[in-house]
T-cell receptor, first 110, second 111 residues
Framework: NAGVTQTPKFRILKIGQSMTLQCTQD?????MYWYRQDPGMGLKLIYYSVGAGITDKGEVPNGYNVSRSTTEDFPLRLELAAPSQTSVYFC?????????FGQGTRLTVV | DQQVKQNSPSLSVQEGRISILNCDYTNSMFDYFLWYKKYPAEGPTFLISISSIKDKNEDGRFTVFLNKSAKHLSLHIVPSQPGDSAVYFCAASFGNEKLTFGTGTRLTIIP
């Protein structure tokens, strides 16, 4: 049972480039989330999904897009990377009252 | 608007003593509270939770207390061990919806 898998673990992007952060869970959870964590800050919710085909904005959605075509996958897309998007990104899936997190993607935009 | 607050960014405790981490919230609709532990370069891992219908939940060395009237919860770790050194996040949810996290407290256990 792999839980929540995020790829890549590290990435350096140039300003204006685009990329997709992948997130897959094998626990058949409906709720999935994308958070970012900036140094000294808590986890801020970017986007979330309550099931396949349903997504909604969190606290800090600007500059990001998501899709949820299957229960397992919840990719996060950055279209025009900006230095303000330098952060560590965590994907999570939630069942009942616990959240399972991926190991994180450290993204640097230069 | 920070709905979940952890006002102490860091805490140092002697090994064997009690560690107390605090968390305050402002949204009275929150009905479930959780604590997560995070080591460097890893995702947060679930530690312990408490429903708003309870005021205490215990799991081994970890106990979470909830004071609804004060909108305050705390995590007690006793006895503290070196492996407990990590960043601890409290989180709150309402109706199984999205989790709102605090900013975290870095706990350092001094041998």
């Amino acid at each position: 049972n792999a839980g929540v898998t995020q790829t890549p673990k590290f990435r350096i992007l140039k300003i204006g480039q685009s990329m997709t952060l992948q997130c897959t869970q094998d626990m058949n959870h409906n709720y999935m989330y994308w958070y970012r964590q900036d140094p000294g800050m808590g986890l801020k919710l970017i986007y979330y999904s309550v099931g396949a085909g349903i997504t909604d904005k969190g606290e800090v959605p600007n500059g990001y897009n998501v899709s949820r075509s299957t229960t397992e996958d919840f990719p996060l897309r950055l279209e025009l990377a900006a230095p303000s998007q330098t952060s560590v990104y965590f994907c999570a899936s939630i069942h009942l009252v616990g959240a399972f997190f991926g190991q994180g993607t450290r993204l640097t935009v230069v | 608007d920070q709905q979940v607050k952890q006002n102490s960014p860091s805490l140092s405790v002697q090994e064997g003593r009690i560690s107390i981490l605090n968390c305050d919230y402002t949204n009275s609709m929150f009905d479930y509270f959780l604590w997560y532990k995070k080591y460097p370069a890893e995702g947060p891992t679930f530690l312990i939770s408490i429903s708003s219908i309870k005021d205490k939940n215990e799991d081994g060395r970890f106990t979470v207390f909830l004071n609804k009237s004060a909108k305050h919860l705390s995590l007690h770790i006793v006895p503290s061990q070196p492996g407990d050194s990590a960043v601890y996040f409290c989180a709150a949810s309402f109706g199984n919806e999205k989790l709102t996290f605090g900013t975290g407290t870095r706990l350092t256990i001094i041998p």
